[in-house]
Structures are given as C-alpha cells and as structure tokens.
C-alpha cells in the first residue's frame, strides 16, 4: 500500500521527497503499462552459444574517427555481429510482446537471455575500447527486453535472480572501464560513449533493483549536460568532422533516455542544468533540417540523412516530444519508417 500512495502523490504533481523515493524499487517506463497474455505466434530463433570473451576492434581511419575503413569495418561487422544479433533477437522478441502479448514471444525473450547469462556472455575478456562499446550496447538492449517481460508472470524468481547477477557482473566491468578511463586525460571517458554507458548499468541497475549502479548511471547524464554549450553543441562531439551532426544525435539518444528513466524514479534530469537538454535537441533537430551550422563551425559538410531519418538518428524523440511537444520533431519521426533502434532496446515505450 505504501508503494502505491507514494506513486499517486507524485503522479498528483506533489514533490516526493528523496529519502521516500530511494525506498522504492528502481522503475523503468514498461512498469506503466499491463500487457496481457495472448496466444498470438511468435518464431524463436534458436539460441545461439556465444564467448564470454569479445576479440574486436574499431574501425576508423583518421584521427577525429570520422572516415570508416572498408576493411577494418569488415572485420568489426564479422567479429561483433554475432553479438549484435544476439541483441537485435531479444528486443525484437520483446517487442512482439509489448505490441501483441505473446506468451511466446515473452518466453523467446528469456530462452535467450537464459542462454546467454549461462555462458557468461561479456563477462570475460573485452579485447578494445571497441569491444566494451559492443559490450555495453548489447548488454543494455538486452537488459531493457528483460524490463519489457519482466512484468509477463513468466519469469521465476530464480530466473530474476540470476539473470540480474549476469546483469550486474557485465554493468560493474562497463563501469570499472569508464572509472579508470575517467583518470586519464581525453579519451572516451567523457563523450557519448559514457552516455551509452549510463543507459546500459541504467537498465541494469532497474533489473537489480541496484540504487548505487542508478546513481552511477545519473551521473553520466550529469556529466554529459554539463557540456552542453550555449549554442547547444557539445565540444567533444563538435570534433567529429564530417560526422559532428551525427555524434550529436548519437549522443542525445541515450541522454533522453537516461532522462526519462530519472524521471520515473523521482529525479527531474530534463531540468538540469537550466533544461540544457533542449539547446542540444533544438540545435541538433536544426542541423537534421540544414546542416549549416554544422558545416561551418566544423569546416567540413556533415554527413547528413538519405531520405528520411533513421531509427538510430530520430527514435529517441518518441521519448522527448512526450515531455516537451515539438511539431518539427513530431514531423521528423513521421517521416521515419521505422522507430526500432537495438542499442536502446528496440521500439520507444511510448
């Protein structure tokens, strides 16, 4: 009873105050809504025994990682691809429950996941900076498809309890690596890859119920709008070259989300910062319209769109447009054909 008073008066508008709030299991945006079972079919695919180890590697060519080497993007595509697909099966799995109410495709969700905590996936060696990425974009996926069934009445106990220790031993190595990298200057400890990072011991830390890995997770959303600039660019990405646009919409991405997971956990990130979110997401919605200013600031013409945007380009403003309406964003995601992005767990919430 206690749970669900304090949820109503937050939902009343009323300010929760923080000692309540930590006493109350971690929430993601799929607690909101109930999914009832149906007999509606859904094809498994069978699962497939991957490494704990990940031997891959980065696939740029020059030094502001902007230019994709064929040969190098070959290599990464065959050595992660087994892993991504790993995660493209699992949130597309629990997609077709959260749209259909599958019990098969709950129960494909947690064949697959049962799998992979079996053989320790990502919990061995990671051989790069490339490889914690895949590492933290998968594992993220797939712990937002656990949070997609969770709520099914499929999954036992032990089951959790297992599956949130895989969880938490792959999230803890994630961010050992960002701890350490965060020592040294430059690098990848303080750009979107951090970010990325957050979302993924974010989801984590919701699976356990994990309060301390939430906060890790909140403060690289803390971190990454405390760059936000006047002209809502982030400085790190603006040095990407020809891919600055993208690095901006790359980054936003996991920004919003692990917004909105504060937010379903009493903390208000959208408002950090004077609302810093919103200069990067108007700056950035500009430059999908007209890359111009990006153009000129970088010297260089951005790689911009063919046609409409991508799900990896738009998908994340089916979250923001429902805190902060914007016809212009709304149009763009209309315009996209797909909204199904894996590194953010498949299809929005909303």
């Not at 994709?68 to 050595?79: G, L, R, T």
């Amino acid at each position: 009873m206690k749970r669900i008073t304090l949820l109503l008066i937050g939902a009343a508008g009323l300010a929760v105050p923080s000692s309540l709030v930590a006493q109350q299991p971690l929430r993601a945006p799929w607690d909101s809504s109930k999914v009832n079972l149906t007999d509606a079919r859904y094809q498994c695919p069978v699962p497939v025994h991957l490494s704990a180890d990940l031997t891959t590697d980065g696939f740029y060519s020059d030094s502001k990682s902007s230019v994709i080497d064929p040969v190098k993007w070959k290599a990464y595509v065959e050595s992660s691809g087994p892993y991504k697909n790993l995660g493209d099966q699992a949130v597309a799995a629990a997609d077709a429950y959260q749209t259909t109410g599958s019990r098969t495709a709950a129960e494909c969700v947690l064949k697959l996941l049962d799998t992979a905590a079996a053989d320790g996936v990502f919990t061995g060696r990671m051989s790069s900076r490339q490889a914690y990425y895949v590492q933290g974009w998968v594992i993220g996926a797939l712990a937002i498809a656990y949070l997609k069934v969770r709520d099914s009445g499929l999954v036992h106990a032990n089951q959790a309890n297992s599956l949130a220790k895989w969880m938490k031993a792959v999230a803890r190595q994630t961010m050992d690596y960002y701890d350490a990298a965060r020592m040294k200057p430059g690098g990848d400890a303080q750009n979107n890859h951090l970010y990325w990072a957050g979302v993924e011991v974010g989801a984590v830390a919701i699976v356990a119920d994990d309060r301390s890995m939430f906060n890790w997770a909140v403060d690289t959303y803390r971190n990454g709008v405390s760059q936000i600039t006047p002209e809502g660019t982030l400085p790190l990405e603006m040095r990407r070259g020809q891919r600055a646009l993208h690095y901006h919409l790359y980054a936003i991405a996991p920004l919003v989300y692990l917004a909105e997971l504060g937010k379903d956990n009493g903390i208000d990130l959208f408002a950090e910062r004077d609302y810093a979110i919103k200069r990067l997401v108007n700056r950035s919605i500009a430059g999908l319209q007209g890359s111009g200013y990006f153009d000129q600031e970088t010297g260089v013409k951005q790689d911009t769109p063919n046609g409409p945007p991508s799900a990896e380009a738009i998908s994340w403003a089916k979250v923001y447009v429902k805190c902060f309406p914007d016809p212009a964003i709304s149009g763009l995601l209309s315009q996209a054909s797909n909204l199904s992005y894996m590194y953010l767990g498949g299809l929005p919430p909303y």
